[in-house]
């Protein structure tokens, strides 16, 4: 245990870290996407557990009830808590979207670098597929799919991931065609290295960088995307506690109950700027323009 936290403690030490930590403090763009993100982690993360209370507790004598101590968030039409309903809601809410971005970009950078790294009538294929795809913009065909698949959290995730995944197919394979030209690479060619070889050794570390930044800005496209799924019925169902759900179940209240959608939205907005501003901060971070400027 002390020997972990030493190790951990190392990193914290470390020249290049702390270069990094000065730049981002002098990039007000990150510290507010960070610190913004640092209270969704509490909210979300951390209050539910110490709360104790079922998101789903039907009290049919304190529905719709204003906003109080008790009800920070007011309470719904069949008295449940939105206050911990929110809480609870952004668990699905986040978890889908870092769920669909890990698994799009983990597709989307292979299918790409591959491309890239084969070229010819390979890539050609890949890239004409990819561009029929993107053509379609881009939520009507989420909801398309998500309408064939059927009203469902797990659907509306398949469909989501689907559509997102051309999109870093794109990214990787223009990074690839970059990278492929590398000294090293060709001399790996030379010496019989495959393609895979060449794509998980040398062409994915060297490309994570705006793989990494175009993950971290659709976590919060990702979120409008399910909520907006879930607005129109094609994604989370009731009873869920998921953001976009609540503020459709709510819209029939929205003259006299307004807390009832409010919250969630606010919900949804805080959280996806937190993640928009957060991959603002690492683009800047990372490119290799502004370091001459930190």
Do not use: C
């Not at 972990?4 to 403690?9: D, I």
């Not at 794109?170 to 030209?181: D, I, M, N, P």
């Amino acid at each position: 245990m002390m020997a972990a936290m030493s190790q951990y403690l190392t990193v914290f030490k470390n020249p290049a870290f702390g270069r990094t930590w000065a730049r981002v403090r002098q990039s007000p763009v990150t510290v507010t996407g960070l610190v913004m993100l640092v209270v969704v982690v509490i909210l979300v993360g951390l209050l539910p557990f110490f709360l104790g209370t079922d998101p789903n507790a039907i009290n049919l004598r304190a529905r719709l009830s204003t906003p109080s101590w008790q009800h920070p968030f007011g309470t719904d039409e069949v008295g449940r808590d939105i206050f911990s309903r929110v809480m609870h809601g952004g668990r699905i809410s986040i978890g889908v979207a870092l769920f669909v971005v890990a698994v799009s970009a983990t597709i989307g950078t292979l299918i790409g670098g591959l491309s890239g790294i084969f070229g010819g009538k390979v890539d050609t294929l890949i890239m004409r597929l990819m561009d029929i795809v993107l053509a379609v913009p881009s939520l009507v065909l989420t909801m398309a799919l998500a309408a064939a698949l059927g009203p469902s959290l797990w659907n509306a995730m398949v469909a989501i991931t689907l559509v997102r995944i051309p999109t870093y197919v794109r990214l990787a394979r223009g990074q690839t065609l970059v990278v492929r030209e590398a000294g090293y690479i060709m001399a790996s060619r030379v010496f019989g290295a495959r393609s895979g070889q060449l794509l998980g050794l040398h062409v994915v570390p060297n490309i994570m960088s705006p793989i990494l930044v175009q993950a971290t800005l659709d976590i919060g496209a990702v979120i409008l995307m399910v909520a907006g799924l879930s607005f129109i019925g094609l994604g989370a169902q009731p009873p869920a506690a998921e953001w976009g759900a609540m503020v459709s179940a709510g819209r029939g209240y929205i003259l006299n109950q307004w807390w009832y959608s409010a919250f969630p939205g606010v919900a949804i907005l805080f959280t996806s700027i937190a993640f928009n501003l957060l991959g603002d901060g690492i683009r800047d971070l990372t490119d290799p323009r502004q370091k001459g400027r930190s």
